[in-house]
């Protein structure tokens, strides 16, 4: 069930945008960084794996320090008696073990991975003041891009849709025609208009949710889960029909370099995990071989995203390519049945929908954790009022400003994603080996080691992660100045 989740959490928004970055950049360029991306997001996951075992046996280690100090107390003092003391310690023991956890006899060990230590948690267990600020800092820009991302995409699906549902334009969304944002849509209103009232819309219905906290969102999540994965079978099969009826009409490069930063950007979105691994990894009752596993979901992963995205640039012409692919498919001509084409076209709107709130309360918490004084609490305006609207303007005014979700994809993806999904998995992997060799004596070994023990990795993924940064910003920059 956990690896299943993982596989539903790192398929999501990026995959829709990835076929556009597959035709840019070239087939082969784009498989090879594919799977060397992928290949790097699965070693990263494995030294987080290896920071939660790291930090479990530090909180452990802490709690035993703690036992033993009170013991001593109670000898000197007789004032509680050995029942309470064996009744607050099972109660304590019954909380934080997993729900599936199964019981074994004699003691467990040090290393076993039974509290959710989340990554916020790690950062300021392992780094010193500077890197749990950098860390913050680096979560909460990853955030807002990711609600920018999902502000511009409901809105832009919506525009796209209804617009060429109305007029001479209807059923010509997929079919390659270019419009402008000043095209008209409905009489006098113009696309861009039209585009920045479901902004508005989007905001009003959704923005109030961050002023609140979000909870019990399980049926929505599955149901979010079912419409995700009949939208994208629906896309592969109507693809492959389209390319074994000879009416395919893609013919992508095998290289183009220019479409490199887009694609790498678009490539770490889609493989993000490493956030959510403590939520994902501390219910698995059995740990033992869960980097084999985890292994395994990525290899189903890359595998999926090559057949999306390799059917969707031969199926359809470079030029026709949408940044949000499910907008191909709301062609007349390529699908007949109007269910199917609306399903397709307004797919992104109900996901992303659900989604929205839940990532907005997240980057509010993250904004209160940044800025939480030890044993104060905010003033309810500060609480109520001023977290939620510096998380929710933002995002909004970014949308408002742009609706290229490619770039925006690949902005959050190269920067704030990088930093997520590299560097800070490397630091953590690092900083909890040094300090289990301080607290444990050098003889101690986690039972979570990753693979990729010898420090030649975390030095590798390192210079890649910070490569990947100045090579990102040169592009931007040079693309920048020939404009």
Not at 70 to 99: F, K, M, N, W
Not at 111 to 123: L, N, P, S, W
Not at 236 to 244: E, F, K, Q, T, Y
Not at 442 to 452: A, R
């Amino acid at each position: 069930v956990g690896l299943v989740y993982m596989f539903n959490l790192i398929v999501g928004t990026g995959a829709l945008t990835m076929p556009k970055a597959f035709a840019t950049a070239g087939w082969l360029v784009s498989l090879v960084l594919l799977m060397f991306l992928g290949f790097m997001s699965y070693m990263t996951t494995t030294f987080v794996v290896e920071a939660m075992a790291a930090a479990n046996a530090q909180l452990r280690w802490k709690r035993m320090e703690k036992r033993k100090e009170d013991d001593e107390d109670e000898d000197s003092s007789s004032g509680v008696s050995d029942s309470d003391v064996l009744l607050q310690d099972g109660y304590e023991r019954a909380e934080t073990r997993p729900i599936l956890s199964v019981q074994r006899r004699g003691s467990p060990n040090i290393f076993e991975i039974t509290e959710r230590v989340e990554m916020g948690q790690m950062a300021s267990m392992f780094f010193n003041k500077v890197g749990v600020n950098l860390f913050y800092f680096c979560i909460i820009i990853y955030l807002y891009g990711d609600l920018a991302i999902y502000a511009a995409a409901v809105p832009v699906s919506l525009m796209q849709v209804t617009c060429s549902a109305t007029g001479n334009h209807s059923c010509s969304v997929g079919d390659g025609t270019k419009y402008n944002d000043t095209d008209k849509c409905w009489g006098p209103i113009r696309r861009i208009d039209a585009y920045r009232l479901y902004l508005a819309a989007f905001t009003l219905l959704l923005g109030p949710f961050t002023f609140f906290n979000v909870q019990k969102t399980k049926y929505l999540q599955i149901m979010t889960s079912l419409m995700r994965w009949i939208a994208f079978i629906v896309m592969i099969i109507l693809a492959l029909i389209r390319i074994s009826r000879g009416q395919a009409e893609g013919h992508p490069s095998m290289a183009q370099l220019s479409g490199i930063r887009n694609l790498f950007g678009v490539c770490v979105y889609s493989f993000m995990c490493q956030h959510s691994l403590p939520s994902l990894i501390t219910p698995i009752s059995k740990k033992k071989h869960v980097n084999k596993l985890v292994l395994l979901d990525y290899i189903l992963i890359l595998a999926f995203y090559s057949l999306l995205s390799f059917t969707a640039i031969y199926c359809f012409r470079n030029d026709t390519l949408m940044d949000m692919y499910t907008l191909n498919f709301t062609n007349c001509k390529i699908i007949s049945v109007a269910f199917i084409r609306y399903f397709l076209g307004l797919f992104p709107v109900f996901t992303i929908s659900t989604n929205f709130p839940i990532i907005a309360v997240t980057l509010r918490n993250n904004w209160k954790t940044l800025f939480h004084r030890e044993g104060g609490t905010y003033p309810w305006v500060v609480d109520r009022i001023v977290f939620p609207a510096i998380t929710l303007i933002p995002p909004v005014l970014v949308a408002f400003c742009t609706h290229d979700l490619e770039s925006l994809v690949g902005i959050t993806g190269a920067y704030a994603g990088n930093g997520i999904q590299y560097l800070i998995p490397a630091f953590l992997a690092y900083c909890s080996r040094k300090d289990t060799q301080l607290v444990f004596g050098s003889g101690t070994v986690n039972k979570h080691l990753s693979p990729f023990r010898h420090t030649f990795w975390i030095v590798f993924v390192l210079i890649w992660g910070f490569s990947c940064f100045v090579f990102v910003t040169a592009n931007i920059v040079l693309s920048e100045s020939k404009l």
